[in-house]
């Protein structure tokens, strides 16, 4: 037995069998048992499911006329919206595969996501569709799309019937701009609205697809080279939604707020598919914005969010916070970066809620590990989730380390992916074999405390060697967000001449404190908080730090700027 069993929610098995069935059948259920119910809330429009899988099938229609057949892989690059949802489905009742696109991608990067997959159908929305367009001429005549169908946010919303609370000024330009359709000079341009708008769809055939036939391909950003497909079954997904589900307590009546982005994996899983598997209702934002969020969980009665801890941070800190009522809220978690502790302490002395913080990855359909609501440990990645069996061993020999040592985290369940598209030789570096189980190797370094749950340490490669004393960022990071005027930092490596690296540290500041700390205050506290060899050598201050699509800070490309400034330094001296 393992430790970690001892903390096992009594009311859960230890592992599920994921239901055989394609992921469409669970919005089709779902509209069965739940026909009036709202499935999708936008813009305050509702939508029910009985209306979201008639949609579906209208559009499943249409692209099964531009081609699309079973296997077949489109890209669907949007923000979160009720198109991405009824797309997303559509393609999977073709029995085809979703190749979702982070939206923040330009026409450079999209023509790998084009290429790679094979694509020849892709669905976006007006605000991007030129990027589309312009990486589909950039290829050979025989790479193009040959179909790209185009939606406006306002497809399924009225503007003049949407409160100033669902729709602030600063997205108005982005989600109101009328764009004209594209052109394709080898292809043709749809417009998913007339889609929409069409007669009954036509009959489709009964779904045919297995639990083990390719169902999604997200693609991972990876630290050197292209970013690589991961290759994602029915089945794969399908434990993930259900598993997260039950893990949470989820019912149909679950509210759940769908901030993060659903083109990524966290969004897709854990919001998205356990949504539609439960029968619950998913309240829609585009974009992150703490107002909006604060309104919505307070007009919508939100049960449930799951989050970045950015998000939290950020929502906690707006003016307008005594206007918003978030009782409702039963269920607050989410990963992607460790919660400050102060900020988890808060969120439980005013308002009651643990925040359950959970761990996964692109290859693992989401979690992997997650806190268990009933016993929850603060900046912590959890214990291994249902189904998986997960270790801690030495990247060099991979054999299984001791409690509290720190090594890669490796994992063994069912929602591991099947591999990397195209890419034999990265998928076998990825996996080992294991006392009769193939385990994946996350790339994390981590530890396991004696009561079983997993820390993280950082990435693999994300280590600074200060004087032959490793510094984890992570942990640094953790320590410096206690301080009560640094909102955000991100730790990073410089050159020492004598210590070889040195710890940096990037900070964004509370708009409270800001012109009030110096970075030498900081540096002071930091003396005072942490062991001599973690303190920053150097601070510096920034109004925001960068962010990926899903919400995690980009370390990395603060570290490549430092660098190439380091090098610039040295050869004008």
Not at 456 to 480: C, H, Q, Y
Request: aromatic share 8%; proline share 6%.
């Amino acid at each position: 037995m393992r430790a970690h069993e001892a903390f096992w929610p009594s009311r859960l098995p230890a592992s599920l069998t994921p239901a055989a069935t394609s992921l469409w059948m669970n919005l089709w259920v779902s509209a069965a048992r739940f026909p009036d119910k709202n499935a999708l809330v936008f813009m305050g429009r509702a939508w029910t499911y009985r209306e979201v899988v008639q949609a579906a099938e209208k559009i499943a229609s249409q692209l099964a006329q531009c081609g699309v057949q079973r296997g077949d892989r489109v890209v669907l690059d949007m923000q979160n919206c009720p198109q991405l949802v009824i797309t997303h489905f559509a393609i999977l009742r073709l029995d085809a595969v979703v190749v979702p696109v982070n939206p923040m991608n330009r026409a450079e990067e999209l023509k790998h996501y084009i290429t790679d997959p094979d694509t020849k159908v892709a669905v976006t929305t007006a605000d991007l569709a030129s990027e589309l367009v312009q990486a589909s001429e950039a290829l050979p005549a025989d790479q193009r799309l040959a179909h790209l169908v185009v939606t406006a946010f306002t497809d399924v919303f009225d503007p003049a019937q949407v409160s100033p609370q669902d729709l602030p000024e600063a997205w108005k330009a982005w989600l109101l701009t009328p764009r004209d359709l594209p052109a394709l000079s080898s292809g043709q341009v749809h417009a998913w609205k007339d889609w929409l708008d069409s007669p009954q769809a036509a009959a489709l055939p009964a779904t045919q697809a297995t639990s083990n036939d390719l169902a999604i391909l997200p693609y991972t950003s990876g630290t050197t080279g292209l970013p690589k497909g991961c290759m994602h079954t029915h089945s794969t997904i399908m434990h993930n939604a259900m598993a997260t589900a039950v893990w949470g307590n989820g019912t149909a009546e679950n509210v759940t707020l769908c901030v993060v982005p659903m083109f990524h994996i966290t969004g897709m899983v854990s919001v998205m598919h356990a949504s539609i598997f439960m029968g619950a209702s998913l309240v829609i934002m585009p974009r992150w914005d703490r107002d909006v969020a604060g309104h919505l969980i307070s007009r919508w009665k939100v049960t449930h969010w799951t989050n970045i801890p950015t998000m939290v941070i950020d929502l906690l800190g707006s003016p307008h916070m005594d206007k918003y009522d978030l009782s409702s809220l039963v269920y607050i978690g989410g990963g992607g970066a460790a919660m400050p502790e102060a900020v988890a302490q808060r969120l439980l002395d005013q308002f009651g809620l643990r925040y359950t913080e959970g761990y996964g990855l692109t290859e693992t359909a989401a979690p992997s590990h997650s806190n268990p609501p009933d016993h929850p440990k603060k900046q912590c990645l959890g214990i291994p989730f249902m189904s998986v069996d997960a270790r801690v061993v030495n990247p060099d020999t991979l054999e299984e380390l001791p409690q509290g040592e720190s090594g890669e985290i490796v994992i063994c369940g069912p929602q591991v992916f099947k591999g990397y598209w195209k890419r034999p030789d990265a998928t076998a570096a990825a996996f080992f074999e294991r006392d009769g189980k193939s385990f994946f190797r996350s790339g994390d370094m981590g530890r396991v405390d004696e009561e079983g749950y997993f820390f993280m340490t950082d990435r693999l490669k994300r280590m600074i060697n200060a004087s032959g004393f490793k510094v984890w960022p992570a942990e640094v990071e953790a320590l410096m967000f206690r301080h009560p005027a640094i909102q955000e930092a991100c730790i990073i490596a410089t050159r020492d001449a004598y210590r070889g690296e040195s710890v940096k540290a990037v900070v964004v500041l509370r708009g409270s404190h800001k012109g009030q700390v110096s970075e030498q205050d900081i540096i002071d506290w930091c003396r005072e908080n942490m062991a001599v060899y973690k303190i920053p050598r150097v601070v510096t201050f920034a109004e925001a730090l960068p962010k990926s699509g899903s919400g995690k800070v980009m370390w990395r490309a603060l570290q490549e700027a430092e660098m190439a400034a380091l090098d610039t330094e040295a050869k004008s001296e």
